[in-house]
């Protein structure tokens, strides 16, 4: 199975606005990435998202440049800000089988989630930046592969102006 890890787009400070959506900044982040994503080919199976807006809404612009329906959007606590790492990967081996997954989440999760999949047992350092995007190659039992991970200035050179 591919998992493609992504951590939601910039967000309006709590002080701006309490549900933390999309700042214009982080909305572009996210429209250079599903551009990228749309052009690297990603077809997923599975988008999920936490039930925080800005999750979501990185979660919608994914799913509609990528092909996949808006209104099949999962979400779950498994990939919240918190969510311990054994829940997220029982959440992920619920949907064994699946070809691709996207994971639009948060950190701490994302790096920690990102750190079991290439290292069962250990901690490795993983740096998730906003609107980065990041695919491995899971098989249950086994270590993932890293296939590629790249940053937000990256896929906004790929996505082009």
Known sequence: MLIHLMQHGACLPKEVNSSQ??????????????????????????????????????????????????????VSDAVKAMAPTAETLKFILDYEGLDSM?????????????????SPGKNVDIRVENGGLMQFNFEPGKAATLNWAMTPAQLAVMAGS
């Open 21 to 74: 959506p999309l700042s214009p900044v982080g909305r572009e982040q996210v429209e250079k990435t599903a551009r990228s994503a749309a052009m690297l080919g990603l077809r997923f199976e599975l988008v999920v998202a936490s039930s925080k807006v800005r999750s979501l809404q990185t979660a919608e612009i994914m799913a509609s440049k990528t092909g996949y329906p808006v209104d099949r959007i999962v």
């Open 102 to 118: 996207l994971i639009v989440g948060h950190l701490p999760s994302l790096g920690l989630l990102a750190s079991a999949l290439l």
